[in-house]
């Protein structure tokens, strides 16, 4: 779990602003909004919920206002607050009123993004070859059919601008919910003190958060290398999207063939856009997993609490205390702890991730293992570059939050053994519905999964929905029986009491 959330943590992203931004950073600006020294902290208007403790960004502590002695001067503190307000008020009154100042978030990632060469036309055309062979060495590893139609060849622009819907549905119920939650913490007496505030705190948050997000994605966009690249369905299904640029430079890193990583590449991606446009829900669901996610955050203080409860106030008065109390601040972590009520919606989200991702890992070593040299090496470097560049590292630096590492490894482990088991064509026919899908506890130990595969038709016209279809119906005829009984058994007391009287 990132400990700084939607705030910035310090030294984020020095290399990449200009003079000017240090130059307000180092006066004490709003770089970041996260603190008086831009320094942020896990989220809200001072990095800590409205004022942080010396260390941590705020007054006194590093990069913040002080004087000479390092301790707050209220002259820096205004001169600070009359930065962060100066010129403000129109971009408040122009910006969105979202969780997130995707306005800001879009300007700041095509800043750093820059204007990247256009794609040309002899790397689209090899790109169009390598799609038309990995379909068709796809269609001996899979039973579902092509899911695209056609290439499209992106640059990192191309990617942020195609991207950008779907990253709004992921991070807004996030940002919202992390700011809600902030405020929680904060008592009534002082919300209602700070009224006239709030809206201009929810603002910097919203342009806050927006930063954060254009940074990150901007650093996304110059490196993915497929429209599928982090296992997470991006953009409209029905395309093959590639980076041609981003896979060249690769292949040089590598030292391999640009056109057998072109065409691994697309056949990663074909597969991929196999699952996203063949399966109907998956889409939905993945994305509907972050939401569940986000709506159940809830923020513990109590660290902080516990610290406070430990100051000597009487002692303050001597100027030796005062340090000592500062040194043990920062020695504290003070980051309050993130948390969800729907802890069910990440395992499911995890679980969904490694089932793609170690479906696509199986089905592409069987359609290009024999057929691609250098294939077991691209396995690997791809494995490699899954566990520092994969889509939990993607989601924390857009959301802030942590949604843990899916085991692919043991995802694709369990698809193995499922084909060995049943074959291709039933395999894939798991995904005909979520209710047949694999849970975590079955990426730990498949056998039993397996075995409900195997014991689910002793024919091979395994219907995987007619057998759903055929249970609710059951379930449904056992509960009318039941109803019916339980008349009965009431009309016969009935009875049996006049016959009585």
Known sequence: MSSHGFGFGPNDNDDDRDDNDRNRDDKGGFGGFGGFGGQGGPFGFFGFPFGAPSGQGGP?????????????????????????????????????SGPVNHDVAERVARTRIGQPAAVSDSAREALTDSLRLAELWLDDATTLPSGANRVEAWNSLQWLENTLPTWKRLVDPVAKRMNDASLEGVPEEAREMMGPMMGIMNQMNSMSFGTQLGGALADLAKGTLTGSDLGLPLHTTGAAVMLPTHLTALAEELEVPARDLYIYAVAREAAHQRLFDRVPWLVERMISSVEEYAAGIQIDYSSIEDAARGLDLEGLQDPQKIQEAMSQFQNLDLSPKISSRNEHARSRFQTLLALVEGWVDMVVTDALGERLPGAAQLDEAWRRRRITEGAEQALEKATGIDLGSPKVREATDLWRRLTTAVGMERRDQVWDHPDFLPVAEDLDDSAAFIDSVLGGSESDDFDPIAELEEQLRREAETGEKDNGSDSDESGDQSGDGSSES
């Open 60 to 96: 006194g502590g590093p990069g913040g206002a002080g004087g000479a002695d390092g301790q707050p001067n209220l002259g820096d503190i205004l001169n600070q607050f009359g930065q962060m307000f100066s010129g403000m008020g129109q971009q408040f009154a122009q910006s969105n």
